[in-house]
């Protein structure tokens, strides 16, 4: 239950990416290497024959747990809890989402002075609609959970069918339920964007508001400031980080590099790569194959927010691209494969330069490009501008958690649950 009084606190963090798992290396067999080698030989033969693209994004993940936007998110949602309770000792525990058991349960009901839902797509819906497990093995385990829960800064993903980034997903009445017994228990349900507002509106959770995405006030371990004088830089990141984000690359990978290409013909630029999963290596080396010249920046989630303050401009995919981009004041043009992607551009203002991945258009997009670098100056101002606005529902939304750790609770619980532990998906 919660502390009071005290200058020690255990805060449990409920998160996608435990630290303990961190960009854990997977286990290979000679066979399994063997195996992968001849399959990427043959992907890449393919491919320089007729730019045929067999290549699968397993084939090419060495580590697991390495996506660089979740382990911001953590990084940052501990960085703001310990800004907020600056004069406690805060003790953070971690647990993966959908893998509550009653062990976790027993511990976080003695000692934990607050739970908190660490930021991220807690909640995934597919492209067929499709809810993933995380959230509903967790569900039960909500209710006998004695000290007070804060969803800080999660959100839905959707995996958009269409460019349509609605999230036009029915529930039926039995999942309905669960999310009404959440809004419940919950004491606070502050989300990154609009679209999950909406959303969770729709089905009477009353207690839902609009923060924003945490890692956007991740503190940069140092700046890398672009050099004076040097050509324009632009960033690059594009998704190949599961099935969904791969078959879109798969589809749009001749109109990447043909606009690439423009792009630096017209820019004289220079461009900077920059990497989030450690799939999109192949990226790189597809982009290098077809002739594109570029600078590779693949830097552990810590440092990677300063990095992009090397940037004019950038044009990415990934959410987290986009958000750590924005923390450092580099305007974006993102292309978007999820309704997070909308939802976030909607809240800082840059709607005009997020585009679905599923109907691009060259001129259209190398329209977009041009006014991202002719008004660069003036995004940035617009940018710092807003995060500045987003920084007072932060500090709100702090106090607000302080208040609730700092404060002895009195939560009615349920029986213990057996164990379980259910991966997302």
């Known amino acids: 239950m919660a502390i009071s009084n005290s200058k020690k606190m255990k805060i449990y963090l409920h998160v996608a990416i435990p630290s303990s798992k961190e ?3 997977l286990p290979t067999s000679l066979k399994k290497r063997v ?7 043959l992907d890449w033969l393919a491919w320089g024959i007729n730019k045929t693209f067999l290549f699968k994004c397993y084939n090419y993940t060495q580590r697991a747990y390495c996506n660089r936007g979740d382990i911001a ?9 310990q800004k907020g309770l600056h004069d406690v000792e805060l003790d953070f525990v971690e647990t993966e989402w959908g893998c509550l058991n009653k062990e976790i349960l027993a511990d976080i009901n003695q000692n934990a002075a607050i739970f908190v839902i660490a930021g ?3 909640w995934v819906f597919s492209k067929t609609k ?10 039960p385990f909500f209710p006998k959970i004695s000290c007070p829960i804060a969803v800080f800064g999660s959100g839905v993903n959707f995996n958009m069918p269409s460019a349509d980034a609605v999230l036009n997903v029915h529930l039926d009445a039995e999942l309905q339920k669960v999310f009404m017994e959440f809004d419940q228990r919950v004491n606070f349900l502050a989300v990154r964007d609009q679209l999950t507002v909406d959303f969770f509106r729709s089905l009477g959770m009353k207690k839902t508001t609009l923060l924003c995405d945490p890692a956007v006030f991740l503190e940069p371990a140092a700046m890398q400031a672009r050099p004076s004088g040097t050509p324009i830089s632009i960033g690059i990141n594009l998704a190949f980080h599961g099935p969904f984000a791969a078959q879109i690359f798969k589809k749009n990978i001749l109109f990447y590099i043909e606009f690439l290409k423009s792009v630096q013909k017209k820019f004289h630029a220079k461009f900077m790569y920059f990497v989030h999963s450690d799939e999109e290596l192949l990226i790189v080396q597809l982009l290098r194959f077809s002739g594109i010249k570029l600078e590779v920046v693949d830097q552990p989630a810590a440092e990677l927010t300063g990095a992009y303050a090397q940037l004019d401009v950038l044009l990415c995919q990934m959410m987290h691209s986009n958000i750590l981009s924005f923390n450092v004041g580099v305007p974006a043009l993102n292309i978007a494969y999820d309704s997070k992607n909308f939802g976030f551009n909607q809240l800082i203002g840059m709607e005009d330069y997020c585009v679905s991945a599923h109907n691009l258009d060259a001129q259209v997009l190398l329209e977009k490009m041009s006014d991202l670098i002719a008004n660069r100056a003036a995004l940035a101002l617009k940018l710092a501008s807003k995060k500045k606005e987003l920084s007072f529902p932060m500090e709100a939304f702090l106090h607000e958690v302080r208040e609730l750790a700092l404060s002895p609770q009195s939560v009615e619980i349920e029986s213990p649950l057996p164990s379980l532990c259910v991966k997302s998906g």
């Open 23 to 25: 960009n854990h290396a």
């Open 35 to 41: 195996k992968r080698v001849m399959r990427t030989a």
């Open 73 to 81: 998110i953590k990084l940052a949602i501990k960085e703001l809890l």
């Open 120 to 122: 991220g797509g807690y």
């Open 130 to 139: 499709k809810l993933s497990r995380a959230f509903l093995a967790d569900s």
